[in-house]
């Protein structure tokens, strides 16, 4: 699936478990993970839906507002997993308009575009 696709509700599920699978942090609170996660999808029902997905694959553990992961050392690595395309984009994470869009390439598909700034945040390199 790549960005001008629409991804379908499964589609959306898988990218957030990756993207959770392959946050930096090894513990977030609640407010953060979701964060991260609006840029997969903003459905309440659905984001709860990608937090019970997490856990039941043993990718996340929730306790009293916080994320663990349970998969140290998986995280994204820009050399490879990270792509950036020139265009006129909007971010995913800000809503700013972009000349540069950096896409992270999951296994199950692409998520993006970013800007250089917010593509640090949703992975968790920058606060």
């Known amino acids: 699936m ?6 379908s509700r499964q589609d959306k599920i898988e ?9 930096e942090a090894d ?11 609006e840029t997969v999808t ?5 984001t709860r839906e990608i937090l019970d997905t997490a856990d ?13 992961t349970r998969r140290g050392g998986t995280f994204v690595r820009f050399e490879s997993q990270v792509t950036v395309r020139e ?3 909007e971010c995913r994470r800000c809503g700013t308009g972009i000349s540069s869009g950096h896409f992270i390439e999951f296994e199950s598909g ?3 575009p970013f ?6 945040k949703v992975v968790g390199r920058e606060e």
């Open 2 to 7: 790549t960005a001008s696709e629409t991804p």
């Open 15 to 23: 990218l957030g478990v990756d993207l959770l699978a392959h946050l």
């Open 27 to 37: 513990e977030l609170d609640l407010a953060a993970a979701i964060d991260r996660l």
């Open 42 to 46: 903003t459905n309440p029902t659905l």
């Open 56 to 68: 039941k694959r043993g990718i996340i553990d929730r306790e009293e507002g916080r994320i663990r």
């Open 87 to 89: 265009g006129e984009f």
């Open 110 to 112: 692409e998520l993006g």
């Open 115 to 120: 800007g250089s700034s917010c593509i640090r």
